[in-house]
């Protein structure tokens, strides 16, 4: 099976020896994004639903290069620093996924890259 790899301009370049995504067959396998805007070249702070917000355009950003959108996510990962902001993080990330959201696991860490609050990655289908 063929390999491509996928990159948005739009989406942060990675901060390490990995890609945005990998598309395999009609699988694609997006990299943890994190709340950085690749426009400014900021983090954005403040709130964990403005951080939330970045981390999804930029996942959104992937998925559209790859000719997808959210309704092909499958399984999605969050890994967030603090359990306490869970609600309001999945008031965020519910608001991408209207209907049939995918699966997904929500694990709190020590620290993420960046010492960032949030970040998500996923898998898309393209059916």
């Given at each position: 099976m063929a390999t491509n790899l996928i990159e948005s301009?739009?989406?942060p370049a990675p901060i390490g020896p990995y890609s945005q995504a990998v598309l395999a067959g009609n699988t694609l396998y997006v990299s943890g994004q994190i709340p950085l805007d690749q426009a400014t070249g900021q983090l954005v702070q403040g709130?964990?639903?403005?951080e939330t917000h970045q981390v999804m355009k930029n996942l959104q950003?992937?998925?559209q290069e790859a000719g997808?959108?959210?309704s092909h996510v499958v399984k999605c990962s969050i890994f967030v620093k603090d359990l306490g902001n869970f609600a309001a993080i999945n008031e965020t990330y519910g608001s991408y996924f209207t209907s049939n959201?995918?699966?997904r696991e929500t694990v709190e860490v020590s620290r993420?890259?960046?010492?960032v609050n949030v970040e998500i990655s996923c898998i898309?289908?393209?059916?």
């Amino acid at each position: 099976m063929a390999t491509n790899l996928i990159e948005s301009k739009h989406a942060p370049a990675p901060i390490g020896p990995y890609s945005q995504a990998v598309l395999a067959g009609n699988t694609l396998y997006v990299s943890g994004q994190i709340p950085l805007d690749q426009a400014t070249g900021q983090l954005v702070q403040g709130d964990i639903q403005s951080e939330t917000h970045q981390v999804m355009k930029n996942l959104q950003y992937i998925l559209q290069e790859a000719g997808m959108d959210f309704s092909h996510v499958v399984k999605c990962s969050i890994f967030v620093k603090d359990l306490g902001n869970f609600a309001a993080i999945n008031e965020t990330y519910g608001s991408y996924f209207t209907s049939n959201p995918p699966a997904r696991e929500t694990v709190e860490v020590s620290r993420l890259p960046k010492d960032v609050n949030v970040e998500i990655s996923c898998i898309a289908v393209k059916f």
